[in-house]
């Protein structure tokens, strides 16, 4: 089968928004949303899989006029839109919520609760708003955790003290807690400040992506996926078709079955939707 053969079955475009989609201003160019329009006349669906929070990627699918499920939290929650009706939620055991809220307080770190709808600390956690980067998700302060242990879909520790936050890490990985998956980072902002990041183990866009394709009934071959960056690489071990940025880590460059010429902030998503577009039409 040849490329033009294999793009015209395409069913459906699943694409990471920041550094793919978006500019590095965060825009969406008005050459990629008449695209999307146009392929949308060839029954081609478009979604994205992002680690923003859904609250914080509504007003996109609304720019984009989607109307199908899409994947947020880097594969933890997939939601319809704009239906709302919620496709898959991978939550955190409220003990090891418990958990972390006491290793927080005991150690003097920084502790925040991701929900779908916000990020939510308390005002001892007040630096939370200035040092926690999540895309266009939606900060609230509130008096206690108590009452929101459930329905936590990511727990993020922020510490100036690298030593103690690696022990945190140790705690919340086998042999000591069981089903949860750690990410420890230096961040890249703030000099001296590290972060480590909990969530529920196996989720990640890859299977976030196994799950919305089985909903839709859509064949992985005849879906597409495009990214840049290292929390893309599972959705490029899936038998989709595989759509590169030009400015994309080589580690995905080597899995993807295209590379666009253009970057992100010069509308290489743009690119390769001209070239299914054209694939579509014949």
Not at 95 to 120: F, M, P, R, T
Not at 133 to 149: C, H, M, P, T, V
Not at 189 to 205: C, M
Request: net charge positive.
């Amino acid at each position: 089968m040849t490329d033009k053969e294999k793009l015209q079955n395409v069913k459906i475009i699943v694409s990471d928004l920041d550094g793919t989609l978006l500019a590095n201003d965060g825009s969406i160019s008005e050459r990629s949303k008449k695209l999307i329009r146009e392929l949308h006349k060839y029954d081609v669906l478009f979604s994205f899989s992002t680690g923003r929070l859904h609250s914080a990627v509504t007003d996109i699918a609304k720019e984009l006029e989607i109307n199908n499920p899409i994947i947020s939290l880097d594969g933890s929650v997939i939601v319809d839109y704009p239906g709302g009706k919620t496709i898959f939620e991978s939550f955190i055991k409220k003990k090891y919520v418990k958990k972390a809220i006491s290793y927080a307080e005991n150690y003097l770190l920084n502790i925040a609760l991701c929900h779908s709808d916000a990020i939510y600390y308390t005002e001892h956690n007040s630096v939370i708003p200035k040092t926690l980067n999540k895309f266009g998700a939606r900060y609230e302060q509130i008096d206690s955790y108590d009452k929101y242990l459930d329905k936590t879909l990511e727990i993020v520790f922020i510490g100036e003290n690298r030593e103690t936050i690696k022990f945190v890490t140790d705690k919340f990985t086998f042999p000591y807690t069981i089903g949860c998956s750690t990410s420890f980072f230096k961040s890249q902002r703030y000099k001296g400040v590290f972060y480590l990041e909990i969530r529920k183990a196996g989720s990640n866009k890859g299977k976030g992506l196994k799950r919305l394709l089985k909903y839709l009934k859509i064949p992985p071959r005849h879906a597409v996926v495009m990214g840049d960056w290292y929390n893309d690489i599972s959705m490029f071990e899936s038998k989709a078709i595989k759509i590169a940025v030009a400015n994309s880590i080589p580690e995905l460059v080597r899995r993807a079955d295209h590379v666009t010429t253009k970057t992100n902030d010069k509308e290489g998503a743009a690119e390769f939707f001209e070239m299914l577009l054209s694939a579509k039409k014949g």
